[in-house]
């Protein structure tokens, strides 16, 4: 596996491995691998030739004040994470390799980048979009492949994907939950062992948004009340939002209609912790 810092080099291994007809996929991340990014590489290497994974904690979508220092770097264990999933080249730039002093560029989401997460954590997709952008470029992959997990995030990156007409197919894999449900996530090590506990809420009001899709009559509205109460009731969570959205455009409330999907987004803060978590539903 190679593991370089340098743009230019990346983009020659990348070159090199398109001479010889290979598919180029990219997973990027900003490290602190866990299995979720795992069962991303593994995608990647199941449907590609030649798998580059990135690892950069970019700044511009840490919003002043949010985790950008405290959060956990981690190189040795992912580098061995991305050897031993079958990454063939690891992408691990310096900051000022990815933001010059002289940038002033950014690409600037639309509208998809205005509910829910970008209402709370204004300017993060922006930051997204731009180094997303911005490896994109370097990595010049045939597919990237993203979570569900931030579903919001990859509507975006989808929507950028179009809007510019970059030549790279979109991926987005199942979200990977602990045991008891949590969806796996880099910030969940943030976690004490009695929000560990409280965590699971997010999942089991997930769960009930589902059934009650399945086999209620309730609307959309309804549904989300039942989340909310469901998630105040742990008592240790602050919910921001939980609210079931078009699956394409996010808009909410959305209609019931037989057959029709949905997808039902929840944030809450624990403690010092944000979590997000999401999943995909159909109204009976
Ligand atoms: O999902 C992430 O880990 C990040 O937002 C991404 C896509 C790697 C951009 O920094």
């Known amino acids: 596996m190679i593991v370089e810092d340098l743009p230019e080099q990346v983009r020659q291994h990348v070159r090199e491995a398109r001479r010889k007809g290979l598919r180029v996929g ?5 490290g602190a691998l866990h299995q979720g990014h795992s069962s991303l590489i593994e995608r990647a290497r199941e449907e590609c030739d030649f798998v580059v994974t990135t690892i950069f904690v970019n700044p511009t979508q840490f919003l002043p004040g949010e985790d950008y220092t405290r959060y956990p770097r981690t190189l040795e264990s992912d580098l061995r994470c ?8 690891v992408f691990t730039p310096q900051t000022d390799h ?3 002093d002289n940038a002033q560029t950014t690409v600037q989401p639309g509208k998809l980048a205005e509910v829910l997460e970008g209402v709370i954590r204004p300017g993060h997709f922006a930051g997204v979009t731009t180094i997303v952008a911005k490896l994109f470029a370097v990595t010049e992959p045939d597919a990237a492949y993203f979570g569900q997990k931030d579903f919001q995030q990859q509507l975006i990156i989808r929507q950028m994907v179009r809007d510019l007409k970059l030549p790279v197919e979109i991926v987005t894999c199942p979200i990977v939950r602990e045991l008891d449900g949590l969806a796996m996530s880099s910030r969940n090590r943030y976690l004490s062992a009695g929000e560990r506990s409280a965590a699971v809420e997010l999942s089991r009001a997930l769960a009930e948004a589902s059934r009650l899709a399945a086999e209620s009559t309730l609307d959309s509205l309804q549904i989300s009340e039942r989340m909310w109460s469901l998630l105040q009731s742990s008592g240790q969570l602050e919910v921001q939002y939980a609210v079931l959205a078009d699956p394409e455009t996010l808009e909410h409330p959305v209609q019931r209609t037989s057959g029709g999907r949905a997808v039902a987004l929840i944030a809450a803060r624990l403690g010092t912790t944000r979590l997000i978590d999401n999943e995909l539903l159909r109204f009976s």
């Open 26 to 30: 990219c997973v990027p991340t900003m």
């Open 82 to 89: 991305c050897a031993d999933t079958g990454a063939d080249l």
């Open 98 to 100: 990815m933001y010059p």
